[in-house]
């Protein structure tokens, strides 16, 4: 409404909303739907599944605590490396290109029993009913299957590119040694590993040897780590772990039942 000449009120558009203004008023109209549809979408991805989501409160990180920080602790010497040391195997023939592949176990064993004969602890210890039938592995008439040497198996254990040597010498009782060999540059051997348990199996992975033990606990085993260490140039016991043997309880021996009588008739 606006007044005319006469005073009197018109119907009409009102002079101060020019053109211009009804233009801008437009625009801004435009501009604001435009906004809204550009974040519609975002606002509904936020409840889709491929959105971000809150993982809810975080525990706080607890370090360990310094019991009696103030008290003088015990020295402790400097630790055995606790594996043998390397030491040049003696009495065969030079080793090209250090491929142990060509080494006969049986003829490397024989020649470390012949360097140390009357060894009976230590690295080298060996029953004597052992090395008396290590003597005889290879002799006419000797059956292969009582040669106490098992057959070998090869991995690269030093990390040079080569293979590695680990051999198994059956002992009494269950008992067995596990040694490994790698041949240098110059094709000299050398035992970079040699012990003696009780083994439950011996294992390899990646580059460590590792050998499964019975623990002192019943239903325990327990799985030592043996890797080969640069300083050493041996294969030292790294890590050792204490496990549950599968299928049993605390408490329970894990030694197996007698077996019961064989069906009549079946092969032994």
Partial sequence: MFTGEDGARVAGSDPSRTPGHRSGSRRRRVRAGLLAALLLPLASACGD?????????????SGPVHLWPGRAGAVVPPADPGGAPPEYVTGIAPVLDQNVHGIDPVTLVQAELRAHPDSRTGPDGMPQETAAAIDGCGADGADPKKCPVLTPYYRDLTGNGKDEMVVGIEYP???????VYTADAEGR???IM?????VISVELAG?????????????????????????????????????????TSPGRSRTPAAPGPSPAGASR
């Fill in 49 to 61: 599944t491929g959105g971000l989501a809150g993982a809810g409160a975080t525990p706080t990180a």
């Fill in 173 to 179: 009782d269950q008992q067995m040694s596990v040694r």
């Fill in 189 to 191: 051997l050398s035992r």
């Fill in 194 to 198: 040699a012990t003696t348990d009780t």
């Fill in 207 to 247: 580059r460590d040897v590792i050998l499964r033990v019975p623990s002192g606990n019943a239903g325990y085993e327990v799985n030592t780590t043996w890797s080969y260490d640069e300083t050493q140039r041996s294969m030292l016991p790294a890590w050792e772990q204490i496990v549950r043997v599968p299928g």
